[in-house]
């Protein structure tokens, strides 16, 4: 399941691809998910694309709130 925030579609990709996307994104411990999406970003970034930079995932558990009674 997406991430809250992050848009999900099916992919169809060649199964020799996504077993060259696998190999990399072990060798930079990433999700194949992640690697395809750093993949993505250089190659917009190579044609001159920007993307916004996405806030980062908050995580861990939250601050401790203190009764103010």
């Known amino acids: 399941m997406a991430s809250p925030g992050k848009k999900a579609?099916?992919?169809r990709i060649d199964p020799a691809l996504y077993?060259?996307?696998?190999r990399c994104a072990a060798a930079d411990l990433r999700s194949v998910n992640a690697e395809v999406e750093v993949l993505l970003r250089e190659?917009?970034?190579r044609r001159g694309v920007r993307v916004a930079a996405s806030e980062p995932v908050k995580?861990?558990?939250p601050p401790?709130?203190?009764d103010e009674a």
Do not use: D, I
Not at 19 to 22: T, W
């Open 9 to 11: 579609f099916p992919l």
């Open 64 to 66: 401790r709130q203190e």
């Open 19 to 22: 077993a060259a996307l696998e």
């Open 59 to 61: 995580r861990g558990r």
């Open 43 to 45: 190659a917009l970034a």
